[in-house]
């Protein structure tokens, strides 16, 4: 949890600095005060419709000016933000497997027809015990498993195939760990699932284990990691905006 | 003038925190001091035999122990002895004329339908309809039929801490403050039935259709999966009420023996003859914007050469059911939290499915236990926070597998007599100080020979038909002219006179003509033979309102008394008139209790003796409230057994 508040005000932080450097600090600054006078007129000159009237058009016309200046650093900063979340998110997100608890391990194939014949066997690593045979589901070209977790344990899964074996990382038991939940072939996807280098070229697409979703515990509350993160980010901008001098 | 004054003020708060006190003192009085920190636990085992006890004590050595230590004796049980009338008792202390509950199955005088006689769900009034929809502006309710006084309400009205677990005949539960219970026998499922699986099969050699309990549905694997719709609840939304469905498909390997089942993001692997964990599945009302939702269990029967799979009844999901299950409300999402989800239909044993040869008896077996470990883990829970005062939990699995078992398979019956063992062995070693009272409602006898009631009132001349050559095989009595009618039975004890005023149809005067035909059905009844066997089907028959003058509508006028052996037909129940008289019981259901009360007595078990010599159900609710120093309320009729 303490970690989750530390992320939460580095992020809040970096929030402000970057849009202190990026983002037009004067402009918004008067756009502000405009939108602020528009809104005063509306509360004094309540009983005078023309005016109020005009007070919300330029109303409208100022909040798009200004969300015109807030798009610059809102696109700057997404990207690092989603990249920096895909990259937390299996630590923070996922938790190993938990023992005694089942889960799934699923394959997608680009083509099932030729597995049909012979299907893969899939070999964990000690610990982990494999409860079902492989279910190939027609239709949508996907294999399943159904796996429990016996011991705390980590390492490589093994989907043997006629042609040839992939591997996928596992882990299971109560210590967080960063978890690869998909091995990815595509380039495009690695972009969401960063943590594991992608698969060779071939029938499978993508090797999935479904590991459990975390939640943290505090003041009674049981959340998620972003949830938190994006609390104590957003508590730290607005407790830090004044004395940096950050307007938005 | 009065608050102004600074001299009055001082007075006023003195006043205030006399009157504060006084009240607090009247409260803790309530209690009186020898029932203060006094632990009571009521264990009531449904249809626990005593003659199955005594033939087994070497095998039941806690209930062995308890005997020796304290007492077992038989407790007389209702007129009739049915578990629905037995409990209501039981929870108010007054005989069935008292709370209005006579069977599981009574008819409305006025459309002489069968419905449950313990309660039923009902619209709100007023809507506003908004093209295909009716949206309700005033709530729906649930409505309980039973009258009288719960004795926990009773107990917590005195500050004495009381739980009650899987109640029966508390649905919806008793609104009361201080006390918490989880409603049990006649709780429904989802579709506001007593519980009805789904039965998706490939085999087309199968009878499809509406069975007793259930529905089995055929099912086609295309391109590698299959379909199941779930029955859902009708729409209250809608002003078809339409029925509501969830989708579940279905992918079977095509050679190995599992199936993957996926359902509102929920993706689940079973191999062959496995059950899933609980399921929640949602049932769109208004698409996207509103749902009912409920939890089931699958059970994979088999994936080659036929896909066969079993969908539980949609169960109210205990984290936040659809309709109230607990008072307060929030203690059913206190125990799904804890617990995880579980069975909260009333009757949740599938009797039907084994019945309708969808389970075999091990298949059946394995899902009984199942839902007996995972609701004694609901006791657990209670008497982990049990501190004082009083907590009582009701086991339905003795009863639900007696009916299966009784008199052919003993040893499986046993089994389940030995968890029950086991239980009040793990129950005494937690309680530590306090009264133990293990007891049930009825026991158990053979089910050999069906009787047809109205088929008997029609050969003796109280019914008459339509049309003689048409036997009446549908609900509702659509074959029966009621212009020279004088009684009927629909239920399965119960027989109604076809009163003027009353029924529907009332042909015979109160009074003088009623009393006329009560007469001569008693001494026909008396002497109703078997024809196969020459043996006396009846044994004794009961009128209610000789000893009741302010008795319902719903009442019935006589209540049969069977011999053991012999019950009414399930096709009596709903008010048919099969043509066979008596005709041999085939079906599974091979037990029963729905006899002459006299020979299914219950049991009182206790590691206390009592000064009774003989017990009743009613005599145990008295005594619970005496124990805790609470005086018999008038409308009681028991007396403490200590």
């Given at each position: 949890?303490?970690?989750?508040?530390?992320?939460?005000?580095?992020?809040?932080?970096?929030?402000?600095?970057?849009?202190?450097?990026?983002?037009?600090?004067?402009?918004?600054?008067?756009?502000?005060?405009?939108?602020?006078?528009?809104?005063?007129?509306?509360?004094?000159?309540?009983?005078?419709?023309?005016?109020?009237?005009?007070?919300?058009?330029?109303?409208?016309?100022?909040?798009?000016?200004?969300?015109?200046?807030?798009?610059?650093?809102?696109?700057?900063?997404?990207?690092?933000?989603?990249?920096?979340?895909?990259?937390?998110?299996?630590?923070?997100?996922?938790?190993?497997?938990?023992?005694?608890?089942?889960?799934?391990?699923?394959?997608?194939?680009?083509?099932?027809?030729?597995?049909?014949?012979?299907?893969?066997?899939?070999?964990?690593?000690?610990?982990?015990?494999?409860?079902?045979?492989?279910?190939?589901?027609?239709?949508?070209?996907?294999?399943?498993?159904?796996?429990?977790?016996?011991?705390?344990?980590?390492?490589?899964?093994?989907?043997?195939?006629?042609?040839?074996?992939?591997?996928?990382?596992?882990?299971?038991?109560?210590?967080?760990?960063?978890?690869?939940?998909?091995?990815?072939?595509?380039?495009?996807?690695?972009?969401?699932?960063?943590?594991?280098?992608?698969?060779?070229?071939?029938?499978?697409?993508?090797?999935?284990?479904?590991?459990?979703?975390?939640?943290?515990?505090?003041?009674?509350?049981?959340?998620?990691?972003?949830?938190?993160?994006?609390?104590?980010?957003?508590?730290?901008?607005?407790?830090?905006?004044?004395?940096?001098?950050?307007?938005? | 003038?009065?608050?102004?004054?600074?001299?009055?003020?001082?007075?006023?708060?003195?006043?205030?925190?006399?009157?504060?006190?006084?009240?607090?003192?009247?409260?803790?009085?309530?209690?009186?001091?020898?029932?203060?920190?006094?632990?009571?636990?009521?264990?009531?085992?449904?249809?626990?035999?005593?003659?199955?006890?005594?033939?087994?004590?070497?095998?039941?050595?806690?209930?062995?122990?308890?005997?020796?230590?304290?007492?077992?004796?038989?407790?007389?049980?209702?007129m009739p002895p049915q578990?629905p009338v037995?409990?209501?008792?039981?929870?108010?202390?007054?005989?069935p004329a008292?709370?209005g509950i006579f069977d599981f199955v009574e008819r409305d005088p006025k459309t002489l339908l069968p419905r449950s006689s313990m309660g039923e769900?009902t619209?709100?009034?007023?809507?506003?309809?908004?093209?295909?929809?009716?949206?309700?502006?005033?709530?729906?309710?649930?409505e309980?039929y039973?009258?009288?006084?719960?004795?926990?309400?009773?107990?917590?009205?005195?500050?004495?801490?009381?739980?009650?677990?899987?109640?029966?005949?508390?649905?919806?539960?008793?609104?009361?403050?201080?006390?918490?219970?989880?409603?049990?026998?006649?709780?429904?499922?989802?579709?506001g039935t007593f519980?009805e699986?789904?039965?998706?099969?490939?085999?087309?050699?199968?009878v499809?259709g509406n069975v007793p309990g259930?529905?089995?549905?055929?099912?086609?694997?295309?391109?590698?999966?299959?379909?199941?719709?779930?029955?859902?609840?009708?729409?209250?939304?809608?002003?078809?009420h339409?029925?509501?469905?969830?989708?579940?498909?279905?992918?079977?390997?095509?050679?190995?023996?599992?199936?993957?089942?996926?359902?509102?993001?929920?993706?689940?692997?079973?191999?062959?003859?496995?059950?899933?964990?609980?399921?929640?599945?949602?049932?769109?009302?208004?698409?996207?914007?509103?749902?009912?939702?409920?939890?089931?269990?699958?059970?994979?029967?088999?994936?080659?050469?036929?896909?066969?799979?079993?969908?539980?009844?949609?169960?109210?999901?205990?984290?936040?059911?659809?309709?109230?299950?607990?008072?307060?409300?929030?203690?059913?999402?206190?125990?799904?939290?804890?617990?995880?989800?579980?069975?909260?239909?009333?009757?949740?044993?599938?009797?039907a499915?084994?019945r309708e040869?969808?389970?075999?008896?091990?298949?059946?077996?394995?899902?009984?236990?199942?839902?007996?470990?995972?609701?004694?883990?609901?006791?657990?829970?209670?008497?982990?926070?049990?501190?004082?005062?009083?907590?009582?939990?009701?086991?339905?699995?003795?009863?639900?597998?007696?009916?299966?078992?009784?008199?052919?398979?003993?040893?499986?019956?046993?089994?389940?007599?030995?968890?029950?063992?086991?239980?009040?062995?793990?129950?005494?070693?937690?309680?530590?100080?306090?009264?133990?009272?293990?007891?049930?409602?009825?026991?158990?006898?053979?089910f050999k020979r069906s009787v047809n009631l109205n088929t008997w009132l029609l050969g003796q001349g109280f019914l008459a038909l339509n049309d003689a050559n048409e036997s009446q095989s549908e609900v509702g009595f659509q074959n029966v002219d009621w212009s020279r009618t004088k009684a009927y039975s629909i239920g399965l004890n119960a027989v109604y006179v076809n009163q003027r005023d009353r029924e529907r149809y009332g042909i015979v005067a109160p009074g003088v003509d009623k009393k006329a035909v009560l007469r001569a059905l008693r001494e026909q009844l008396l002497a109703f033979r078997d024809p196969e066997n020459g043996k006396p089907v009846v044994a004794s028959v009961f009128a209610p309102e000789e000893n009741q003058t302010a008795l319902s509508d719903s009442a019935p006028d006589l209540i049969v008394g069977y011999y053991?052996g012999y019950r009414s037909s399930w096709q009596t129940a709903l008010g048919e008139v099969p043509r066979e008289l008596i005709a041999d019981n085939t079906d599974?259901w091979?037990?029963d209790?729905c006899v002459a009360?006299?020979?299914?007595?219950?049991?009182?078990?206790?590691?206390?003796?009592?000064?009774?010599?003989?017990?009743?159900?009613?005599?145990?609710?008295?005594?619970?409230?005496?124990?805790?120093?609470?005086?018999?309320?008038?409308?009681?009729?028991?007396?403490?057994?200590?």
């Amino acid at each position: 949890m303490a970690g989750l508040a530390a992320l939460g005000i580095a992020l809040g932080l970096s929030v402000l600095l970057l849009l202190r450097k990026v983002s037009n600090q004067q402009s918004i600054g008067s756009l502000r005060r405009q939108m602020q006078a528009c809104l005063y007129e509306l509360r004094l000159f309540v009983d005078e419709p023309a005016v109020v009237w005009r007070a919300q058009k330029r109303l409208l016309s100022l909040n798009a000016g200004y969300l015109g200046l807030m798009l610059r650093p809102a696109l700057i900063l997404a990207i690092p933000m989603l990249f920096l979340f895909s990259l937390l998110q299996p630590f923070f997100g996922k938790a190993p497997l938990a023992i005694s608890e089942a889960s799934l391990v699923t394959v997608k194939l680009a083509h099932l027809p030729g597995v049909l014949r012979a299907p893969p066997i899939l070999q964990p690593p000690p610990g982990i015990q494999v409860e079902t045979p492989a279910v190939r589901m027609r239709g949508v070209d996907l294999i399943c498993w159904r796996i429990r977790a016996r011991k705390p344990a980590a390492g490589l899964l093994r989907v043997v195939f006629p042609t040839g074996t992939v591997t996928k990382t596992i882990a299971s038991g109560s210590e967080p760990r960063l978890l690869s939940t998909r091995r990815v072939q595509s380039w495009w996807q690695l972009f969401w699932y960063p943590t594991e280098s992608p698969l060779p070229a071939g029938n499978v697409e993508w090797v999935e284990i479904d590991y459990p979703s975390r939640a943290f515990s505090w003041l009674g509350l049981k959340l998620s990691w972003f949830v938190w993160v994006l609390t104590f980010s957003m508590a730290t901008v607005l407790i830090l905006k004044r004395p940096l001098r950050v307007v938005f | 003038m009065w608050v102004s004054s600074q001299l009055n003020r001082p007075l006023l708060t003195g006043v205030c925190l006399l009157a504060a006190l006084s009240q607090m003192a009247c409260r803790s009085s309530k209690v009186k001091s020898g029932a203060r920190g006094k632990r009571i636990v009521v264990l009531g085992i449904d249809g626990m035999d005593p003659e199955f006890l005594e033939k087994h004590w070497a095998d039941l050595p806690n209930m062995d122990r308890l005997r020796r230590q304290g007492e077992f004796k038989r407790l007389a049980t209702t007129m009739p002895p049915q578990s629905p009338v037995a409990w209501s008792t039981f929870i108010t202390g007054m005989k069935p004329a008292g709370h209005g509950i006579f069977d599981f199955v009574e008819r409305d005088p006025k459309t002489l339908l069968p419905r449950s006689s313990m309660g039923e769900i009902t619209s709100g009034g007023i809507s506003l309809p908004i093209g295909p929809y009716s949206l309700p502006l005033s709530h729906g309710h649930v409505e309980t039929y039973t009258k009288g006084t719960p004795f926990w309400k009773i107990l917590a009205a005195h500050d004495v801490p009381v739980t009650v677990l899987r109640m029966p005949t508390n649905f919806p539960p008793v609104e009361c403050e201080g006390c918490t219970s989880l409603s049990g026998m006649g709780t429904p499922d989802l579709r506001g039935t007593f519980g009805e699986f789904s039965w998706y099969t490939e085999d087309s050699n199968r009878v499809l259709g509406n069975v007793p309990g259930g529905n089995i549905i055929p099912v086609k694997i295309e391109n590698g999966q299959a379909l199941l719709r779930i029955r859902g609840p009708d729409n209250s939304l809608r002003k078809d009420h339409a029925q509501t469905f969830a989708e579940m498909h279905v992918y079977p390997d095509p050679v190995n023996p599992a199936a993957v089942f996926e359902t509102g993001g929920q993706r689940i692997v079973l191999n062959e003859r496995e059950w899933s964990p609980w399921i929640r599945v949602n049932f769109p009302l208004i698409p996207r914007l509103q749902n009912a939702h409920g939890i089931v269990r699958i059970y994979l029967k088999q994936v080659h050469p036929c896909l066969e799979v079993y969908v539980s009844p949609v169960n109210l999901d205990p984290a936040e059911p659809d309709l109230p299950i607990s008072s307060p409300d929030s203690y059913s999402h206190a125990l799904a939290e804890s617990l995880g989800p579980f069975y909260t239909q009333g009757m949740p044993q599938d009797t039907a499915a084994y019945r309708e040869h969808v389970f075999n008896k091990e298949e059946y077996l394995a899902q009984s236990r199942e839902v007996s470990t995972e609701l004694l883990k609901v006791l657990r829970y209670g008497l982990n926070h049990f501190r004082e005062g009083l907590l009582f939990f009701h086991f339905f699995g003795v009863d639900q597998d007696s009916h299966m078992l009784w008199g052919k398979y003993d040893d499986d019956l046993l089994e389940t007599y030995k968890l029950v063992d086991r239980t009040v062995g793990m129950v005494q070693k937690r309680m530590g100080e306090g009264t133990l009272i293990v007891m049930s409602d009825h026991g158990f006898t053979t089910f050999k020979r069906s009787v047809n009631l109205n088929t008997w009132l029609l050969g003796q001349g109280f019914l008459a038909l339509n049309d003689a050559n048409e036997s009446q095989s549908e609900v509702g009595f659509q074959n029966v002219d009621w212009s020279r009618t004088k009684a009927y039975s629909i239920g399965l004890n119960a027989v109604y006179v076809n009163q003027r005023d009353r029924e529907r149809y009332g042909i015979v005067a109160p009074g003088v003509d009623k009393k006329a035909v009560l007469r001569a059905l008693r001494e026909q009844l008396l002497a109703f033979r078997d024809p196969e066997n020459g043996k006396p089907v009846v044994a004794s028959v009961f009128a209610p309102e000789e000893n009741q003058t302010a008795l319902s509508d719903s009442a019935p006028d006589l209540i049969v008394g069977y011999y053991p052996g012999y019950r009414s037909s399930w096709q009596t129940a709903l008010g048919e008139v099969p043509r066979e008289l008596i005709a041999d019981n085939t079906d599974e259901w091979r037990g029963d209790h729905c006899v002459a009360p006299q020979f299914v007595p219950g049991v009182l078990l206790s590691n206390r003796k009592s000064k009774a010599s003989d017990a009743h159900l009613y005599d145990l609710t008295v005594t619970m409230l005496s124990e805790f120093g609470i005086s018999k309320p008038g409308a009681m009729i028991g007396e403490s057994i200590y």
